[in-house]
């Protein structure tokens, strides 16, 4: 049984898709406040292995940063619905661009707009 993981071309397609992901974000007024970092580079990181451990790849994740406790990561940014929409919107971009199937891609837009919607924390 392959996992979504592989079935996606692994690591390679997470680099890329997390990568085109973050050069929206870099040039996003509304996004870019929210990565206290100089460089995007360590988030850039931390969201691929954090995607790629939830999708079936190595659990890098877990060993380096303990549990995602994603809501929790996320409690001291103020993330609201235009965050939200910016944050899919460069998503859906790199998405657009990864080639994957259509299958693979309806099931992993489904994720992370779930995932967009439970880490809003304000009404602004």
Same mark, same amino acid.
Request: glycine share 8%; no cysteine; proline share 8%.
């Given at each position: $049984?392959? =996992?979504?993981? /592989?079935?996606? %071309?692994?690591?390679?397609? @997470? !680099?890329?898709? *997390? #990568? !085109?992901?973050?050069?929206? *974000?870099?040039?996003? +007024?509304?996004?870019?406040? &929210?990565?206290? /970092?100089?460089? &995007?580079?360590?988030?850039?990181?931390? &969201?691929?292995?954090?995607?790629?451990?939830?999708? %079936?790849?190595? %659990?890098?994740?877990?060993?380096?940063? %303990? #549990?995602?406790?994603? !809501?929790?990561? #996320? *409690?001291? @940014? =103020?993330?609201? /619905? +235009?965050?939200?929409?910016?944050?899919?919107?460069?998503?859906?971009?790199?998405?657009? /661009?990864?080639? &994957? +199937?259509?299958?693979?891609?309806?099931?992993?837009?489904?994720?992370? =707009? $779930?995932?967009?919607?439970?880490? *809003?924390?304000?009404?602004?």
């Amino acid at each position: $049984m392959t =996992t979504f993981f /592989e079935e996606a %071309g692994g690591e390679e397609t @997470f !680099r890329r898709l *997390v #990568h !085109r992901f973050y050069q929206g *974000v870099s040039k996003d +007024p509304l996004l870019r406040p &929210l990565y206290p /970092e100089e460089d &995007l580079g360590p988030a850039e990181e931390r &969201l691929r292995l954090f995607l790629t451990q939830y999708w %079936g790849g190595p %659990g890098t994740y877990s060993e380096q940063r %303990g #549990h995602p406790r994603l !809501r929790m990561r #996320h *409690v001291p @940014f =103020t993330i609201g /619905e +235009p965050q939200r929409e910016a944050w899919l919107g460069h998503m859906r971009d790199a998405l657009d /661009e990864s080639g &994957l +199937p259509p299958e693979l891609s309806e099931k992993f837009w489904k994720y992370l =707009t $779930m995932a967009a919607a439970s880490l *809003v924390n304000s009404e602004t």
